[in-house]
């Protein structure tokens, strides 16, 4: 036990070791600490609001994972728009950590150690074992749970009476028809 403990210190030390010298290829943005255990800066700030997502709420956001040479594993594209019930879905633990400090219309590059990413499994695709992230992210929104739902509802009532109903088809009977129906 004692020897997994020393080198998950060994690894975790020589990670943000590799962190902080992204941050100090890069002089001219700044990055801020967070008490979590990583690293952010912003590429769009938002200060005009105050308010940010807090459990309850439902964000939407975009983003991109790369390594920590920029080498993307996965597009915004690939990833596709995320719908995210704030700490009521399981996801990365940065990326939680993370949306819950930004404001809507913020764009912010996360440097996350693995292990608060995908960890000593990584994804089993195309982020490896131990491997730390810059995460890209671009939060667009977010809302109360109870207004998503009622959207959704509204969204969903409109569609159903947008769709036509059959008409039902009155047939006459055709006049032999007739004929032989009244004898």
């Known amino acids: 036990m004692k020897k997994?403990?020393?080198?998950n210190k060994k690894l975790?030390?020589?990670e943000e070791d590799r962190i902080k010298a992204v941050m100090k290829k890069n002089p001219n943005i700044s990055y801020f600490a967070s008490t979590k255990g990583y690293w952010y800066s912003?590429?769009?700030r938002n200060t005009s609001d105050t308010l940010t997502p807090k459990k309850g709420d439902v964000a939407f956001f975009n983003y991109e994972l790369k390594?920590?040479?920029?080498?993307?594993f996965y597009t915004e594209v690939e990833l596709r728009p995320q719908v995210?019930?704030?700490d009521k879905q399981e996801i990365m633990t940065g990326l939680r950590e993370g949306i819950k400090l930004m404001r809507k219309n913020e764009r912010v590059n996360?440097?996350?150690?693995?292990?608060i990413t995908y960890g000593y499994h990584g994804d089993n695709k195309e982020i490896g074992p131990n491997q730390p992230l810059i995460c890209t992210v671009t939060l667009n929104d977010f809302k109360p749970e109870a207004v998503y739902r009622k959207?959704?509802?509204?969204?969903?009532?409109l569609n159903l009476d947008s769709i036509k109903k059959p008409q039902r088809a009155i047939l006459k009977p055709k006049p032999a028809i007739q004929d032989s129906l009244q004898q």
């Open 4 to 7: 997994s403990v020393e080198r």
């Open 12 to 14: 975790i030390a020589t």
């Open 42 to 44: 912003y590429e769009t």
């Open 67 to 72: 390594d920590l040479d920029g080498n993307i």
């Open 84 to 86: 995210y019930r704030v």
């Open 110 to 115: 996360f440097l996350f150690p693995s292990h």
């Open 151 to 157: 959207e959704l509802e509204q969204r969903a009532s």
